[in-house]
């Protein structure tokens, strides 16, 4: 019995053993030093390096997770650093550079060194002691950033480029602390986020266990989405604020009108049967569907405009689908699925329903990158309930804006 017993506490041990997590990130001199939660094993990472129109990439691909934001640091000879969670196992850091580099790495128990030759911190740049500041510090960077995105960016630059070396060492403190997450928040004010709450008006969508109509907890959701991208420093628009009915072409076409980066499409699921089985979220993008599931899903949100082409005119414009913007979109829905699992994982543990293809006509017009989102059935006892949730509905939201975030650290 006592054998039994040591090898279930071995076994037990073995299971449920602690994930390698990224817990700080320090920018040093010439590159980086990456601190982690165990000591690494001997396969930790893997490295190439990449070619393409004169830029030279040097990838690390790193067997963890990180525990904070993505990263993006910058150096002098044109050099950056970006560090970004690429799966749900996997740390990209990838060294962007004009030319060939000397990097060299050296690991330690609990930490990975990256070194490149010849380069060295620029002026405005900062040291990273952790992913995690105190909450003084997160207050004090929120209202410099506030107070910088309401100057002129090139007056910015000019002062900081041309202040004395003799100025007041407080302020030139206070101006270079200016983490690289703040820098990234900084680069979204060019991006631009078309929201696409599904549905509306005359058009309910699926009706849940809450008995609410799935238009009005997608434009909830739709809604914090907006207010959390915009706190984020993105350029935001809605294709509806309101309960009001709108096309499914002129959803897209307004994303282009808009000349969105990206364009999210927000649903939630249902289905007839198996109401006590089917749950999680799903995150979808564009292309001929391969799956009878992918085909069901797709069919009940394309009611709209399902009389606008026959089945073949349908798939003869499928197979003219750009594959460029197919692939970005794929990305895409990787991010953000993963970054909704992530924001509801502690709290609810929601289930993981994976990144599919399919054809929704939503998605049909837009020349950006784009997804379609289901954000858990209706239908379902338990997740029905939690849609209809504030506290899901924000969950929900930050963890699009964590995916739409990684989206751009790896696709600026």
């Known amino acids: ?112 060194e990256i070194e490149v030759e010849g380069i060295s911190l620029q002026e405005d740049s900062v040291n990273i002691a952790s992913l995690f500041d105190t909450p003084k510090t997160q207050k004090s960077t929120t209202s410099n950033t506030k107070n910088k995105t309401t100057q002129n960016p090139a007056s910015q630059n000019v002062t900081s480029k041309n202040t004395p070396k003799n100025s007041n060492p407080k302020t030139s403190t206070s101006q270079n602390k200016k983490t690289s997450q703040e820098s990234f928040q900084t680069n979204t004010a060019r991006k631009v986020i078309v929201i696409d709450p599904g549905h509306g008006g005359k058009d309910c969508g699926a009706m849940g266990v809450a008995k609410v109509c799935e238009k009005k907890i997608v434009l909830e959701v739709g809604k914090y989405l907006n207010t959390e991208l915009k706190k984020r420093g993105y350029l935001v628009y809605m294709t509806r604020n309101t309960d009001k009915f709108i096309k499914l072409s002129s959803r897209t076409k307004f994303a282009n009108d808009k000349n969105a980066d990206l364009f999210v499409s927000i649903h939630a699921n249902a289905v007839p049967d198996n109401k006590d089985k089917l749950q999680g979220v799903e995150s979808y993008f564009l292309s001929t569907a391969r799956s009878e599931r992918a085909k069901k899903v797709a069919a009940l949100e ?111």
């Open 302 to 412: 394309n009611k709209d405009d399902t009389e606008v082409m026959n089945y073949f005119s349908k798939q003869s414009f499928l197979n003219t689908l750009n594959t460029q913007r197919i692939v970005a979109s794929n990305k895409l829905a990787i991010d953000i699925q993963y970054g909704m699992l992530q924001s509801l994982k502690k709290g609810y543990g929601v289930i993981d329903g994976g990144v599919r293809e399919g054809p929704f006509w939503v998605l049909v017009g837009a020349i950006m990158p784009s997804v379609l989102l289901e954000i858990g059935y209706m239908t379902h006892p338990k997740e029905g309930k939690n849609l209809n949730q504030s506290n899901f509905q924000k969950a929900l939201a930050e963890g699009i804006a964590n995916g739409i975030d990684g989206y751009f650290m790896k696709n600026p």
């Open 1 to 112: 019995m006592l054998r039994n017993f040591l090898i279930f506490i071995c076994l037990g041990g073995f299971l449920f053993a602690e994930a390698l997590t990224i817990t700080a990130i320090e920018q040093t001199q010439k590159g980086a030093k990456i601190s982690f939660n165990k000591n690494l094993p001997a396969n930790a990472f893997k490295n190439f390096v990449l070619k393409s129109e004169g830029k030279i990439r040097y990838v690390y691909d790193i067997n963890a997770q990180l525990a904070g934001a993505a990263r993006a640091l910058q150096y002098t000879q044109g050099v950056q650093i970006r560090i970004a969670q690429n799966t749900q196992d996997k740390v990209r850091l990838v060294i962007n550079s004009n030319k060939e580099l000397k990097v060299r790495t050296k690991t330690a128990a609990k930490t990975l």
